[in-house]
């Protein structure tokens, strides 16, 4: 299938519950054993807010194709929005729905080669790439945070939502991600976007400082795998620090976690067409090298 016309496959009910494959069009590059070049789950921000979809990540899911991965752009249940006329949207996300969805849509992954929805060859490369452990996480913002936490499933305790990975990410690019969940609620980001994900502050109750705790990827190190943060000074929406911060922390933990600095607004690192992007598409192909 072209890239500009990805096979949705969903995961669970709800109607957010749901990915966006994109193949590799024939002729693009792939690696030497004829296969893909790999896998990458694109994550989208928002700041965990449901005004915010997959539509942001659409873009990157179809340049990284063409350049020879296959994109697993994910969509996933998300917390409500307050609207101008003081209403508030359902959002039917939030903790630990958000979570469970993008554990169970990266999972989902596992299932794809045998559900009959891919011809015979492509259904053995996505086979053979799976078997090879040669998918990563792209997050951007908000998505960034759920890519890292991703990639630190393996570490949470049993029973916790997300444990248990069926696909085991091999390496992390965040975008401007949000890396600290701790930071967030204390920095106030975006109108209170972290308590808006979590259903309240951290103080609320012992049961809330947990689910922080969990839901937050700087708590969960070391996590085992590369992790590189790309990231912009000139950034307005995620400040450069909860970047720099999570590496340095990742390093001290023993993490090969790595810190770039890049220039443009939030947006530039999901733009195809700038060079903040490119750093980005080169660290994923590094990462699947």
Partial sequence: MAASNPLRITYGPHPDQWADLYLPASGTSRAPDGGWRGVVVVVHGGYWRDRYT????APVAADLAAQGFAAWNLEYRRAGTDLEDGARSAGDGGWPATFLDVAAGIDRLADVPGLGVLADDDAGRLSRALGAGRVVGLGHSAG????????????LPEGA???????VLAGVVSQAGVLSLAAAEELGLSNGAAQNLMGGASADSPEMALAFGLADPMRALPIGVPVHAVHSRADEAVPFALSADYVTAAQAAGDPAVLHETTGDHFAVIDPGH???????????????
Avoid: Q
């Fill in 144 to 155: 960034g945070h759920l890519a890292a936490w991703a990639a630190g499933r393996h570490r």
């Fill in 161 to 167: 939502p997300g444990a248990g990975p069926r696909v």
């Fill in 54 to 57: 997959a539509e942001l990540g």
């Fill in 275 to 289: 060079e903040a992007y490119a750093l980005c598409r080169r660290l994923v192909g590094d990462l699947l090298a």
